[in-house]
């Protein structure tokens, strides 16, 4: 009975609560209602007057973006224009007749003619239509000097980006593309028809420098859209111009040296500043062709092309340093005071250890080598001892310092990290724990080990300045102060000692490049071959009668001149069997080129607008 | 005597149909003709990309909607709490699995199709407070730790929605939870309390906001402060549904949103189109047909002899009710941009497939609207 008692009142509750809900919910109705009368009958004619007969537009102007420079003033990038005819039915009274007189100005094909016609058919009549966008400046000026007797044809001009030897350049400036989903957000400027952004390389990493601030224009326009005069305007600023450090007549050669490779990278850094000159890809692709638009399918036709023509192997590639990597050995040694310029180690062709066996590339053996000795003839067991003694954290930690097992921000997306490998570095990666015998092989650099051909350069140019030189691909502007790079903790007369190793490589008889010799008097190149074992079954060093998939990579690095160090190189050839064969006696051209060429010794081109600019953004506020 | 037989009678096929409320059915169709009609304008005067789509979801709606409807009450009642449990499990494995769109976190990837756990939550959140208020015995009601439990039904999912960040489904599941607490009859004190506390947590939630949900709320303070940037949105659906006058500028005929000044057209901003090309006239009516679907919803709802089906029904209508408010008021400037679309007028499959399973269970409840639950059927789990 009680129970009873209980659910009527229940429902009564309810009966009375949900009323009373409704009664909120009709309120709340009535807030909605009072708002829409508030704006479309008392506010009506205000909003009418904004919007219908002499409304005002707010439209945006997109700046132009920001031209980008080679180091010394020739383009790389720059904005042509697009002129466009395009027809809005609403405007015209009769399409075709429209078109007929148009059509006595510019051809207009019979397909396209069909193609207008269908579209107005379906589309509302306030779609504008393009009929074509390849106008002539001739013909532009003709469609605009008619435009009063062709009623609803429109004109525009269209920005669309433009890269100088696209196939060469690619990789460091990248391309640019309309704005996706969520870059749409960021500013309603990336919502106008035909606004790019950038999607890759230099393009994306220095986005907000060479986008620009939009512009305001604020017309009375009537019913038709038709501007009647304009009222206030606040101009676009265009984007900032960008000078590369990249010298391109070095990157040209540099990629043209690279032709006849299927898969290589190379860079060339300004050893003192990091800047970098050149840095080449193989195989490369046109960015132009992406900016035209590709057909569909083209697109994954590229992405999924042989050989990554999109992957910057520069910045992207990961490969096993192999030889490259025993400065850092050496080094690592000499600091921790394992070695030190007289210790010997006695090399029979090869090392023991628990009950593994490492040989040496040379199976007969170096016989007793210190150190010098051993960078010069890259004697593997003298690495294995040293890498031994040492352990691998110590390694690792070397290989940081030299800018190995790190990205750098410097503006170049996507780059990889590459490997410093640590026992915590397995462990969180791979869930096992590390073993003796994979410090002994990460003492050559293979094994867990990885760099790009970027930080080989970086290092490179470490070793031969003695400071902590941080890559860079564009020029600072004037009155940016860009600090020496600070000197390595590292002991400078341990860094002679590898250095003095590497010269040796080269020019000593019996190193293991001394293919690698610069043509030029009195110029000398310091350097370092390296060759990773891609499989172990290609361990037989002889690449001959291999397939190309097993064959070792070649990778090289040097600096010159050897006595007071200019430029750094590293490349890698992918596959190319060996270090002093395949790769060598690419950073041996590249090198000459530099040498001859000195492109840092030459003033470099400043940016038209840099004072302009930088004077307008302190009057800003500095906002950017 | 016992007041009423507590054995109610298994309804018939033919008696299910009798007892359906058609008039709702054809109140919900309306909503969807005028969506669609509004979508083939914002298209230009095209039946693609949207509004073929449209009706084609609103009739696989529709199919779920009678399969919902015409099951048995109690497989409902059953299934509360483990749809309650799966939807929450999900919410949970959005950060872990989810896949992100726009600075945000909500998708899980079941296969080839992605759909938002939140939405599920809407539904699930409805069904486990109402089996939970048809197990309490009404005498406990005002014990407070009866309030425990649908307490934290509803704290979890609206933290883990605040943390994807979702603004505005966290504050639909607060509304929805809240209002359901109030329906099923919890003490005036703990909302006058709940009232206070939330205003008092305003300050440390404006701390907490991420920096673009900060400049919405300042937009939408002030949105002529801002007028390119984030204002834009506002001002130009003001300028759209203000220029449209009383009558409208006439189908297909609105200058402002053919003219591209406006955003998410046939989504969020559906509302702001329909308005300036039918005028308040217009839009005053599609409120109305709105009103009426509420109305309709609270009148069945009146209808239940059960605590269940009374609180599924209003709940299901406090959660279209929000929406519908969120979005309109959202569209005239009177609360910050947020993305809830307009329901069944917005294109957008995720949310009309969650309605159309609310409707399910309005219709499921309206059809059993006599069942009365037996003791051992409305066991604590």
């Known amino acids: 009975m009680a129970e009873s008692e209980h659910h009527k009142r229940q429902k009564r509750r309810f009966t009375r609560r949900v009323l009373m809900l409704g009664a909120g919910q009709l309120g709340l109705f009535g807030v909605l209602g009072w708002r829409l009368r508030q704006l479309q009958v008392v506010e009506a004619p205000k909003y009418t007057l904004l919007a219908e007969e002499n409304r005002i537009n707010i439209q945006l102007l997109a700046p132009s973006r920001g031209l980008i420079f080679d180091r010394f003033g020739k383009p790389v990038a720059t904005n042509t224009d697009s002129m466009r005819v395009f027809i809005v039915p609403e405007l015209s009274k009769n399409i075709r007749d429209s078109l007929d007189r148009l059509g006595r100005v510019i051809s207009i094909p019979g397909k396209v003619r069909a193609r207008v016609l269908r579209l107005a058919s379906r589309q509302s009549p306030y779609v504008p239509i393009v009929v074509d966008d390849t106008l002539s400046w001739r013909q532009f000026a003709q469609v605009n000097v008619l435009a009063p007797s062709l009623p609803g044809v429109q004109t525009d001009i269209l920005s669309v980006r433009r890269y100088h030897d696209g196939n060469d350049m690619a990789h460091i400036v990248g391309y640019v593309g309309a704005a996706n989903k969520v870059e749409v957000n960021e500013h309603p400027v990336t919502r106008l028809p035909g606004f790019r952004v950038g999607k890759s390389g230099v393009e994306r990493g220095f986005e907000p420098k060479l986008r620009g601030k939009a512009g305001v224009i604020k017309l009375e326009v009537d019913a038709h859209g038709h501007a009647v005069r304009k009222l206030e305007t606040l101009d676009s600023q265009h984007g900032r111009e960008l000078v590369l450090t990249i010298d391109k007549e070095i990157q040209t050669k540099a990629m043209e040296r690279l032709k006849d490779e299927r898969r290589a990278a190379i860079v060339a850094l300004d050893a003192r500043t990091g800047e970098i000159i050149a840095m080449a890809s193989t195989p490369s692709y046109d960015p132009n062709a992406i900016i035209d638009g590709l057909k569909e399918g083209a697109w994954e036709n590229m992405a999924n092309a042989e050989d990554d023509p999109f992957t910057n192997k520069a910045i992207r590639g990961q490969y096993p340093p192999g030889s490259t990597f025993k400065m850092v050995t050496a080094l690592a040694g000499l600091e921790d005071e394992a070695i030190d310029l007289k210790t010997k180690f006695r090399c029979y062709g090869g090392y023991s250890y628990s009950n593994a066996y490492f040989g040496c590339w040379r199976r007969g053996g170096h016989g007793a080598v210190d150190v010098r000795r051993a960078i010069k003839q890259s004697c593997d067991v003298f690495f294995y001892n040293v890498a031994q003694r040492i352990g691998i954290t110590k390694l690792s930690a070397m290989g940081h310092k030299l800018g190995l097992g790190q990205t750098y921000e410097f503006g170049l997306p996507l780059q990889k990290p590459g490997v410093m490998p640590t026992p915590g570095w397995k462990r969180a990666t791979l869930g096992k724990p590390w073993y003796g015998g994979e410090t002994i092989i990460a003492g050559i650099g293979q094994g867990f080990v990885l760099t790009t051909p970027l930080q080989l350069a970086v290092m490179t140019a470490r070793i031969a300045t003695g400071r902590e030189v941080m890559p860079r691909i564009v020029r600072p502007y004037p009155d940016e102060k860009i600090e020496e790079a600070k000197p390595l903790d590292i002991k400078p007369e341990h860094l002679a000692i590898v250095r003095e190793g590497m010269w040796a490589v080269v020019n000593e008889g019996g190193g293991t490049a001394g293919r690698a010799r610069i043509p030029i008097a009195g110029v000398q190149m310091s350097g370092k071959t390296g060759t990773s074992q891609v499989n172990s079954a290609s361990s037989g060093r002889s690449s001959r009668g291999l397939k190309w998939e097993q064959r070792d990579h070649g990778l090289f690095v040097g600096f010159a001149p050897a006595d007071n160090p200019r430029y750094a190189v590293a490349a890698i050839v992918e596959h190319g069997g060996s270090g002093s064969g395949a790769a060598s006696p690419v950073v041996r051209d590249i090198m000459t080129a530099l040498i001859e060429r000195d492109p840092v010794s030459k003033p470099t081109y400043v940016a038209r607008d840099a004072y302009r600019q930088t004077a307008e953004d302190k009057r800003r506020g500095g906002k950017s | ?381």
Request: hydrophobic share 55%; charged share 10%.
């Open chain 2, 1 to 381: 005597m016992f007041s009423g037989p507590l054995e109610t009678p298994r309804l018939s096929f033919g008696e299910k149909l009798i007892a359906f409320n058609w008039v709702f059915i054809v109140l919900i169709t309306t909503l969807v003709c005028v969506g669609a009609a509004a979508l083939y304008s914002v298209a230009g005067g095209s039946l693609d990309p949207w509004a073929e789509t449209h009706v084609i979801r609103y009739c696989l709606g529709l199919g779920l909607l009678f399969m919902v409807a015409l099951t048995d009450i109690k497989l409902w009642m059953r299934l509360a709490y483990p749809v309650y449990l799966v939807a929450l499990l999900m919410l949970i494995a959005v950060p872990i699995l989810g896949v992100g769109s726009g600075g945000a976190q909500r998708w899980l990837q079941l296969g080839s199709f992605t759909f938002q756990p939140a939405e599920l939550m809407k539904v699930a959140l409805v069904l486990a407070l109402a089996r939970y208020y048809e197990w309490l015995p009404p005498k406990h009601m005002s014990n407070p730790l009866a309030l425990i439990a649908p307490a934290t039904m509803i704290g979890i999912p609206v933290a883990l929605v605040v943390m994807q960040p979702d603004l505005g489904t966290a504050v639909l599941f607060a509304a929805v939870g809240g209002g359901l607490l109030f329906l099923a009859g919890a003490s005036w004190i703990y909302f006058v309390f709940g009232i206070a506390g939330i205003m008092g947590a305003i300050p440390f939630i404006w701390h907490s906001l991420h920096d673009y949900q900060k400049a919405r709320v300042m937009t939408f303070i002030d949105p002529d402060k801002d007028p390119l940037g984030a204002g834009y949105h506002i001002l130009q659906s003001k300028i759209a549904l203000g220029s449209g006058g009383v009558t409208g500028k006439g189908y297909m005929q609105g200058t402002q949103s053919q003219l591209n000044f406006l955003p998410e057209k046939h989504t969020d901003f559906i509302f702001t189109m329909f308005a300036e090309e039918m005028g308040f006239v217009g839009s005053l009516s599609l409120l109305a047909v709105y009103l009426l679907v509420l109305l309709a919803i609270i009148f069945m709802a009146l209808r239940c002899q059960n605590q269940f089906a009374r609180l599924v029904t209003a709940g299901v209508g406090i959660t279209m009710f929000v929406y519908v408010f969120i979005n309109v008021a959202m569209v005239m400037g009177l609360v910050p941009v947020v993305g809830v679309p307009l329901p069944l007028v917005s294109y957008g499959g995720t949310s009309m497939i969650t309605l159309m399973f609310g409707f399910g269970l309005v219709l499921n409840a309206h059809v059993h609207r006599k069942t009365k639950f037996r003791p051992y059927e409305t066991g604590i789990i």
